[in-house]
């Protein structure tokens, strides 16, 4: 089969899964699979192999994340009902002054957006945005914006975050690396899209669409002397990052047949890093608050509900991007594109924009494209996998619209008319998407 008729057939596939999500309302992960089963029927697959491929993909993917993901919504769990989230927020209000809240809140994303879903972070935090923006003074509009765009970015760019991680191990990238380049490009562009976007383009009286009285009840209740330290805090949501890290430092600098270097992978490997993380947790969020053991297997047990779902998707974004590689269709089409005069850094970014635009799930956009881009590793072999990976996650964050999940909780929280919703969230990640793209390519020149 040609060229362009593989091409078409992915474009195909993509509508169907954009068709499927948006106007079937059918769930991520079976549009997924029933895409992945299209490809295989149009490109003349064997059907007897079909299943086995699907399989490999999903147990490729998930074999990797399902414990990452498990031990991120602990942590995330922790932090929540220790009260730490409240004491960071506290503590940065006083340090950066009331007159820098959207800088805070989006300190306060970055950080606690590392263990939960952009979703769950935004829950959790939310009621911050009420307690920072009532004491500056200042529209909880103007301040929840730079805590949504902080999350999305931390949910696209940073492991160990699920879709950071699946498309790191999917193009080979050492995940220390992505971390700390990630970090490069986080940064910088969750401040300009996040709190500059705000302070230029939100009114300081900008007003919900209707005064959420209800919300003021959702304040956090335990008192300010019952929280956990901010160091603590702090150390404990940073830890996996840290571990990671620094594993990859080490293995750079030190000799890889010594046994401190074997070590040394052991524990900076991202299931052992957020094991220990969340073991470390379990003391500093929780014995050492006067929690039993009993208090912390009930969080525990509560934490895994919201990440079945997520699993799904992850799983059958795995299986989708089997079936594009074993059929020829994520080949052909890097073929084509290696032939445009674009680089595939831009290019990446470009197809995780228009799919997150399209089917409004950063993961699955993240997914998709990452198994899409996979081949241009091979045709361009200077081109490094971590640089690739961002600009793929770059992309993901951009165009957060009415197709979002996200787009509405945020809307609905801070109470916004749709319009007031898109010339804010909207607006707001896509700034960043292309600062984190810039950052990306000049980040390209170097590593």
Excluded at 24 to 52: E, N, P, Q, R, W
Excluded at 180 to 188: D, K, N, Q, T
Excluded at 220 to 235: A, C, Q, V, Y
């Amino acid at each position: 089969m040609g060229t362009g008729a593989l091409v078409a057939i992915l474009l195909a596939s993509i509508a169907l899964v954009v068709v499927l999500i948006i106007t079937c309302k059918m769930h991520a992960s079976l549009a997924l699979l029933l895409a992945a089963f299209f490809v295989a029927i149009t490109t003349g697959l064997d059907l007897g192999s079909v299943g086995d491929i699907l399989e490999k993909g999903v147990g490729g993917t998930l074999g990797f994340l399902t414990l990452i993901i498990g031990f991120g919504a602990v942590l995330g769990k922790l932090l929540e009902v220790s009260g730490g989230a409240q004491r960071l927020a506290s503590t940065l209000v006083r340090a950066i002054g009331k007159k820098r809240a959207t800088i805070v809140i989006a300190l306060l994303g970055l950080i606690c957006g590392i263990p939960v879903f952009v979703e769950v972070g935004f829950v959790l935090l939310v009621p911050l945005v009420f307690v920072v923006a009532k004491e500056a003074g200042i529209s909880r509009i103007k301040v929840g914006i730079p805590l949504a765009t902080s999350l999305m970015v931390v949910h696209c760019i940073l492991p160990p975050h699920p879709a950071a991680t699946a498309i790191a191990g999917t193009l080979g990238a050492d995940i220390g690396t992505v971390i700390m380049l990630g970090l490069c490009v986080a940064i910088p562009s969750v401040l300009v899209g996040g709190p500059l976007f705000a302070h230029f383009a939100i009114r300081n009286n900008e007003k919900p669409q209707e005064e959420d009285i209800a919300a003021e009840e959702k304040l956090p209740t335990i008192d300010e002397k019952n929280l956990p330290s901010f160091g603590l805090t702090l150390f404990t949501i940073l830890l996996p990052l840290l571990i990671m890290i620094t594993r990859t430092i080490a293995t750079k600098l030190m000799p890889a047949d010594l046994l401190a270097t074997k070590i040394i992978e052991i524990i900076g490997n991202p299931i052992t890093a957020l094991m220990i993380s969340v073991l470390f947790a379990y003391w500093s969020l929780g014995l050492h608050r006067k929690r039993t053991l009993r208090d912390l297997q009930s969080i525990t047990d509560g934490s895994f509900g919201p990440i079945g779902g997520i699993l799904l998707i992850i799983g059958a974004g795995g299986a989708f991007n089997q079936v594009l590689t074993e059929s020829g269709v994520a080949p052909a089409l890097a073929d084509a594109l290696s032939g445009l005069p674009v680089s595939p850094i831009i290019l990446a970014w470009l197809i995780a924009l228009v799919l997150h635009f399209a089917v409004g799930s950063a993961t699955v956009a993240m997914i998709s494209a990452a198994g899409i881009v996979l081949p241009m590793l091979s045709i361009n072999p200077n081109l490094s996998p971590a640089i690739l990976a961002l600009a793929i996650g770059a992309g993901a964050i951009g165009f957060t619209h009415v197709t979002d999940s996200l787009f509405w909780m945020v809307k609905e929280y801070l109470h916004m008319s749709v319009p007031q919703a898109l010339r804010t969230l909207t607006v707001s990640t896509t700034i960043t998407s292309v600062v984190a793209l810039c950052i990306t390519l000049l980040l390209s020149l170097v590593v």
